[in-house]
């Protein structure tokens, strides 16, 4: 079972698979937006090499101060 690298939740989505069967996927965790690529090293791609100052707690995501808006698209030139 895939986990998120990042905060370690168990729910992944599968966004997009390459045209070719099998070569890469890039996958998205449900609880913390995270997303990444099946080809990248695994310091991006699995949670015991995910670097540890950037790893997210249930915790961390519940107490995030604000979840930045997207700005509106600027108008087409």
Known sequence: MTHCPRCAFDTVDTLHS?????VWD???CRRCRYTWRTTEPARRTR????????RLTA???????????VPPLR???
Do not use: H, K, M, T
Request: no cysteine.
């Open 18 to 22: 390459s045209p070719v069967p099998g």
């Open 26 to 28: 890039v996958l998205q």
């Open 47 to 54: 949670r015991d090499a995910y670097p540890e100052r950037f």
């Open 59 to 69: 915790e961390d995501i519940d107490n995030a101060p604000e979840v930045p808006a």
């Open 75 to 77: 108008p087409s030139a």
